[in-house]
């Protein structure tokens, strides 16, 4: 059987969208070395490591391979783990797993992503089936844009209410000294005047690219509580990657990856009302719609009531249910790392170690993760063991 | 295979990957780099903890996990400690076949250091001696040596 | 460890070019067969695991392309970016994890690929890539160093190629069977010395899946179960100048952790075959000198004394090994089926009679940076 499992430190870059100083190692070694620095542990007591990015970001083949020098991985085990925007989310569940199977008591978990070094949209096209989609609909923008007009007409949502959503996410950053955005705040009326890219979708309510890593300890119930005072238990996780191909995502039927990954996350850490037992999340919010919508698919609210519930400040700091309080995905992107860094600012919130962005009393924390084909991956992490 | 099929010509589709990249060098690299443009040196780093000389000079030593800070500066002759001879040409490659590539243990040095070797394949073997020789046009990248040479069976 | 068994595996056959199947029909093939051969419906199968590379795929979120082939809709799913071997490593985690099942698939089309280029990938950007280097010449430079340590020979490693694709001959999977002698390794052409053209494993495509499972949902699939005994990987270091080529560490300690788990103290009398990653001849007795088969330097004389031959002490690569199919990505995974086969008596032609422990390996990385060791048995 599974044993219990905790986030014991996390540690990440300051982000920036270009760290010219160093290269991926580098800059991979900066997070490793602050998340050992968190939890106290030295290399030598980790057991095993979990890497991702996405290859055609810096083309580097066999990362976990090429990395080991910065990841802390020479002779010991090291794999990668690899699946798109959800990169994150999926390393930081495979390091769940590694420590639950009793194979491995302290696993690092490492994301990471230099932008920089390449044309995203170049690569990113690359990831629609070369046959049937790739010459026409490709790369992140025109699916996103086509579930947000969609979104609009079926229920009225305008884009105010997106850009409500951006500017709560640049507000949050103004805690975040690791974000990319950091003390850069913006109106809604910087983001209306912002440049349309494709309709709804303008410049600022979509997410930048950034250079960054992100590292973080899981720990097996024995060890953990030695290691951290307070340490994140894992509550749950759960995966859906729905779909192959973008023409079969329906985007009337809402976001069914996360409806579904959020359900059984939910039923198997004992959560009935979400709303009311969670007290932070770090969703993976690519662009502001997906602030009104997701946020129905998980259920914090009903179908098309996602503008209001926002509007009414229940996801603002000091909220109801505060949403990123890092800024999240609209302030720092750095793609592998992305999701990962949900879980570390997850775990962060329930450790009690968010300084500036802190929300009060954390009890249970939520990541989420975002990418491929509109697929979800789940983390639920609690003060409480599972 | 369906039956119809045998009777097709199999479709394909002719694609590549075309993305631009342009890699962060970092500060300990570019300090390598900058040497071999500009003073034609080759320069490692030593590891305090494990004494061990690197190069390329690493920002950190992959084994005691440490930040390293002291440059060594390094001969630029070695000897081969394994080498390959390659027959097939291909556009990746900087020499026309036959060429070699080697692993050098420089002088100074606790590590090999990948290049190539262009002539005298005759004379290759584990334990020649070779030097570095430098390009006349210099870039700051690793093809600023033009390759090594034998200087000694 | 808690038992977990291999319940369910299954491959295709592996060709130079399978033309008329994409990555998604591979898999397909792959999952249902070994659902089939589990005696499993998908309602059976709790998670999935999907293996594959953006490089070789030439796709970025290259899994994107086979997760409802993997029938992976509605399911808990991951990705491993690697060797297969690997990624089943990461489904044996899940199953130990409290997933009553798991099924692992892998795909590879090396011929939709440009093997130079995106091997040439895996080399670092700034120091390496330029100079050309990709897995044929740095793996030869890896042979140079061991050869000369040990004065291993030629001849030796022409041994190795003999014997595979003798073997492949009865395996109806394998890409390569042929009747071959050391003559003609030796006379074939040269791609980069030590290495020669029958010293090198083909370009193939393929897939393969297996499927683990705990104690109780094994008791309900069809086949015998194959127990999970040992299973352990490490890396070395990155550059090749920081490694000894001809001493391979990270596969010693993997070994090590994987017989200690298994509970093998005498490796050479207590495994009856082996299934080892060759991609060039001389990596087989390279990586039985790492499994501790026998001493460093030795492993040449293992195959001029007849140990590793079928019929012989230690059969090593019955199946006929990388040698005679190469499927990146899927080529460990099938060294753990053909383990699978073996331990069900069910290798056809090629069964080592009474085979009760079996070593399956993967690599990962550079002139095998990363070695995965499998310990698999049939009680």
Redesign the interface.
């Given at each position: 059987?599974?044993?219990r499992v905790a986030i014991v430190g996390t540690g990440q870059t300051y982000h920036k969208s270009h760290?010219?100083?160093?290269?991926?190692?580098?800059l991979i070694?900066e997070a490793v070395t602050r998340a050992l620095a968190d939890c106290e542990l030295?290399?030598a007591d980790i057991d095993a490591i979990i890497i991702g990015n996405?290859?055609?970001f810096?083309?580097?083949?066999?990362?976990?391979?090429?990395?080991?020098?910065?990841s802390?991985?020479?002779?010991?085990?090291?794999?990668?783990?690899?699946?798109?925007g959800t990169t994150g989310a999926?390393v930081a569940?495979?390091a769940?797993?590694?420590v639950?199977?009793?194979?491995f008591d302290k696993v690092l978990a490492i994301g990471w992503e230099?932008n920089?070094?390449?044309?995203t949209t170049?690569?990113?096209v690359?990831?629609?089936?070369?046959?049937w989609d790739?010459f026409s609909y490709s790369g992140a923008i025109p699916s996103l844009a086509t579930e947000a007009s969609a979104y609009m007409e079926q229920y009225g949502a305008t884009q105010e209410d997106a850009a409500r959503v951006a500017v709560r996410e640049r507000s949050h950053a103004l805690n975040n000294p690791y974000a990319q955005m950091y003390n850069r705040p913006i109106t809604i009326q910087d983001v209306m005047e912002s440049a349309m890219l494709a309709y709804p979708i303008k410049l600022l309510d979509v997410c930048p690219r950034t250079d960054g890593a992100c590292a973080v300890v899981f720990a097996a119930e024995r060890v953990a509580e030695k290691i951290a005072v307070n340490p994140a238990w894992v509550k749950s996780c759960?995966?859906?990657?729905?779909?192959?191909w973008f023409g079969d995502v329906d985007y009337d039927t809402g976001m069914l990856s996360l409806q579904?990954a959020s359900k059984e996350a939910f039923a198997n850490a004992g959560i009935k009302n979400p709303v009311e037992e969670i007290d932070v999340a770090e969703l993976y919010l690519p662009y502001s719609y997906a602030g009104l919508k997701w946020i129905e698919a998980i259920g914090f609210c009903g179908p098309g009531q996602g503008p209001k519930f926002i509007w009414d400040g229940n996801t603002d700091m000091g909220g109801k249910l505060p949403i990123n309080p890092s800024g999240g995905v609209m302030c720092t992107n750095c793609i592998g790392a992305t999701a990962l860094l949900r879980v570390a600012e997850a775990a962060i919130q329930v450790m009690g170690k968010g300084d500036a962005r802190q929300v009060p009393d954390v009890k249970t924390a939520m990541a989420t993760g975002f990418?491929?084909?509109w697929w979800s991956d789940v983390v639920i992490l609690s003060k409480e063991k599972p | 295979m369906s039956e119809w099929l045998q009777d097709v010509k199999d479709l394909t589709l002719k694609g590549q990957i075309k993305v631009p990249y342009t890699w962060s060098v970092g500060e300990v690299g570019s300090r390598f780099l900058v040497a071999l443009r500009d003073e034609k040196k080759i320069i490692g780093n030593r590891c305090n903890s494990c004494n061990t000389v690197y190069v390329p000079p690493r920002k950190n030593c992959g084994k005691c996990f440490k930040d390293i800070d002291e440059w060594a500066e390094l001969g630029s002759e070695g000897i081969v400690t394994a080498y390959t001879i390659v027959r097939y040409e291909y556009p990746l490659q900087p020499a026309k076949a036959p060429f070699a590539y080697a692993i050098i243990k420089l002088d100074g040095a606790d590590v090999g250091f990948v290049h190539i070797i262009k002539e005298d394949m005759d004379k290759l073997k584990i334990g020649v001696r070779v030097r570095a020789r430098f390009k006349e046009d210099r870039k700051g990248n690793i093809l600023d040596i033009d390759s090594f040479t034998i200087i000694k069976s | 460890m808690d038992k977990i068994a291999i319940v369910g595996a299954s491959q295709t056959k592996y060709v130079r070019r399978k033309k008329s199947e994409i990555f998604y029909d591979m898999v397909y093939e792959v999952t249902t067969k070994a659902m089939e051969d589990a005696g499993y419906t998908l309602e059976d199968i709790d998670s999935v695991i999907t293996i594959s590379n953006d490089f070789w795929d030439g796709r970025t979120i290259s899994c994107m392309a086979v997760q409802e082939a993997a029938g992976a809709h509605d399911k808990n799913v991951s990705t491993i970016e690697g060797d297969g071997a690997f990624g089943a490593f990461y489904g044996a985690m899940r199953v130990l994890s409290g997933f009553g099942t798991t099924l692992v698939v892998a795909h590879s089309k090396g011929s939709e690929g440009d093997l130079k280029v995106i091997t040439n990938a895996m080399f670092d950007p700034i120091y390496h890539r330029p100079l050309g280097l990709d897995a044929i010449s740095s793996s030869a430079l890896q042979a140079s160093v061991y050869m000369e340590r040990y004065g291993i020979t030629e001849q030796q490693c022409a041994l190795v190629s003999v014997k595979n694709h003798k073997n492949a001959k009865n395996n109806p999977y394998a890409q390569l069977p042929m009747d071959i002698t050391v003559d003609d390794v030796m006379r074939s052409k040269k791609i980069a010395d030590p290495i020669k053209l029958l010293d090198c494993s083909p370009i193939s495509d393929g897939a393969a899946a297996i499927i683990i499972a705990n104690e109780e949902r094994a008791k309900k699939a069809k086949t015998k179960p194959v127990w999970i005994k040992g299973i352990a990987h490490c890396s070395d270091a990155y550059f090749l100048g920081d490694r000894d080529l001809a001493d391979p560490v990270s596969l010693k300690d993997a070994s090590k952790k994987a017989y200690t788990m298994a509970e093998i103290k005498d490796p050479v009398s207590e495994i009856d075959v082996v299934e080892l990653y060759d991609a060039f001849s001389y990596m087989e007795p390279l990586w039985l000198e790492g499994m501790g088969i026998c001493d460093a330097g030795q492993g040449g004389q293992l195959i001029e004394k007849g140990i590793t031959v079928m019929g012989g002490k230690l059969p090593v690569n019955p199946s006929g090994g990388v040698l005679s199919a190469h499927p990146v990505l899927v080529a460990g995974l099938v060294r753990i089926i053909e383990a699978t086969l073996q331990l069900r008596g069910e290798g056809g032609a090629h069964q080592i009679k009474g085979a009760k422990t079996v070593l399956a390996h993967g690599i990962n990385g550079p002139c095998g940076q990363s070695h995965c060791v499998w310990i698999l048995g049939s009680e």
């Amino acid at each position: 059987m599974a044993r219990r499992v905790a986030i014991v430190g996390t540690g990440q870059t300051y982000h920036k969208s270009h760290r010219l100083d160093v290269n991926g190692r580098e800059l991979i070694n900066e997070a490793v070395t602050r998340a050992l620095a968190d939890c106290e542990l030295s290399i030598a007591d980790i057991d095993a490591i979990i890497i991702g990015n996405m290859d055609h970001f810096e083309s580097i083949n066999y990362v976990d391979t090429w990395s080991v020098e910065g990841s802390g991985g020479y002779m010991k085990p090291i794999m990668k783990v690899t699946t798109g925007g959800t990169t994150g989310a999926s390393v930081a569940i495979a390091a769940y797993y590694h420590v639950a199977s009793g194979l491995f008591d302290k696993v690092l978990a490492i994301g990471w992503e230099k932008n920089s070094e390449s044309d995203t949209t170049a690569a990113i096209v690359t990831c629609s089936d070369p046959i049937w989609d790739r010459f026409s609909y490709s790369g992140a923008i025109p699916s996103l844009a086509t579930e947000a007009s969609a979104y609009m007409e079926q229920y009225g949502a305008t884009q105010e209410d997106a850009a409500r959503v951006a500017v709560r996410e640049r507000s949050h950053a103004l805690n975040n000294p690791y974000a990319q955005m950091y003390n850069r705040p913006i109106t809604i009326q910087d983001v209306m005047e912002s440049a349309m890219l494709a309709y709804p979708i303008k410049l600022l309510d979509v997410c930048p690219r950034t250079d960054g890593a992100c590292a973080v300890v899981f720990a097996a119930e024995r060890v953990a509580e030695k290691i951290a005072v307070n340490p994140a238990w894992v509550k749950s996780c759960s995966v859906r990657h729905t779909t192959t191909w973008f023409g079969d995502v329906d985007y009337d039927t809402g976001m069914l990856s996360l409806q579904r990954a959020s359900k059984e996350a939910f039923a198997n850490a004992g959560i009935k009302n979400p709303v009311e037992e969670i007290d932070v999340a770090e969703l993976y919010l690519p662009y502001s719609y997906a602030g009104l919508k997701w946020i129905e698919a998980i259920g914090f609210c009903g179908p098309g009531q996602g503008p209001k519930f926002i509007w009414d400040g229940n996801t603002d700091m000091g909220g109801k249910l505060p949403i990123n309080p890092s800024g999240g995905v609209m302030c720092t992107n750095c793609i592998g790392a992305t999701a990962l860094l949900r879980v570390a600012e997850a775990a962060i919130q329930v450790m009690g170690k968010g300084d500036a962005r802190q929300v009060p009393d954390v009890k249970t924390a939520m990541a989420t993760g975002f990418g491929g084909c509109w697929w979800s991956d789940v983390v639920i992490l609690s003060k409480e063991k599972p | 295979m369906s039956e119809w099929l045998q009777d097709v010509k199999d479709l394909t589709l002719k694609g590549q990957i075309k993305v631009p990249y342009t890699w962060s060098v970092g500060e300990v690299g570019s300090r390598f780099l900058v040497a071999l443009r500009d003073e034609k040196k080759i320069i490692g780093n030593r590891c305090n903890s494990c004494n061990t000389v690197y190069v390329p000079p690493r920002k950190n030593c992959g084994k005691c996990f440490k930040d390293i800070d002291e440059w060594a500066e390094l001969g630029s002759e070695g000897i081969v400690t394994a080498y390959t001879i390659v027959r097939y040409e291909y556009p990746l490659q900087p020499a026309k076949a036959p060429f070699a590539y080697a692993i050098i243990k420089l002088d100074g040095a606790d590590v090999g250091f990948v290049h190539i070797i262009k002539e005298d394949m005759d004379k290759l073997k584990i334990g020649v001696r070779v030097r570095a020789r430098f390009k006349e046009d210099r870039k700051g990248n690793i093809l600023d040596i033009d390759s090594f040479t034998i200087i000694k069976s | 460890m808690d038992k977990i068994a291999i319940v369910g595996a299954s491959q295709t056959k592996y060709v130079r070019r399978k033309k008329s199947e994409i990555f998604y029909d591979m898999v397909y093939e792959v999952t249902t067969k070994a659902m089939e051969d589990a005696g499993y419906t998908l309602e059976d199968i709790d998670s999935v695991i999907t293996i594959s590379n953006d490089f070789w795929d030439g796709r970025t979120i290259s899994c994107m392309a086979v997760q409802e082939a993997a029938g992976a809709h509605d399911k808990n799913v991951s990705t491993i970016e690697g060797d297969g071997a690997f990624g089943a490593f990461y489904g044996a985690m899940r199953v130990l994890s409290g997933f009553g099942t798991t099924l692992v698939v892998a795909h590879s089309k090396g011929s939709e690929g440009d093997l130079k280029v995106i091997t040439n990938a895996m080399f670092d950007p700034i120091y390496h890539r330029p100079l050309g280097l990709d897995a044929i010449s740095s793996s030869a430079l890896q042979a140079s160093v061991y050869m000369e340590r040990y004065g291993i020979t030629e001849q030796q490693c022409a041994l190795v190629s003999v014997k595979n694709h003798k073997n492949a001959k009865n395996n109806p999977y394998a890409q390569l069977p042929m009747d071959i002698t050391v003559d003609d390794v030796m006379r074939s052409k040269k791609i980069a010395d030590p290495i020669k053209l029958l010293d090198c494993s083909p370009i193939s495509d393929g897939a393969a899946a297996i499927i683990i499972a705990n104690e109780e949902r094994a008791k309900k699939a069809k086949t015998k179960p194959v127990w999970i005994k040992g299973i352990a990987h490490c890396s070395d270091a990155y550059f090749l100048g920081d490694r000894d080529l001809a001493d391979p560490v990270s596969l010693k300690d993997a070994s090590k952790k994987a017989y200690t788990m298994a509970e093998i103290k005498d490796p050479v009398s207590e495994i009856d075959v082996v299934e080892l990653y060759d991609a060039f001849s001389y990596m087989e007795p390279l990586w039985l000198e790492g499994m501790g088969i026998c001493d460093a330097g030795q492993g040449g004389q293992l195959i001029e004394k007849g140990i590793t031959v079928m019929g012989g002490k230690l059969p090593v690569n019955p199946s006929g090994g990388v040698l005679s199919a190469h499927p990146v990505l899927v080529a460990g995974l099938v060294r753990i089926i053909e383990a699978t086969l073996q331990l069900r008596g069910e290798g056809g032609a090629h069964q080592i009679k009474g085979a009760k422990t079996v070593l399956a390996h993967g690599i990962n990385g550079p002139c095998g940076q990363s070695h995965c060791v499998w310990i698999l048995g049939s009680e």
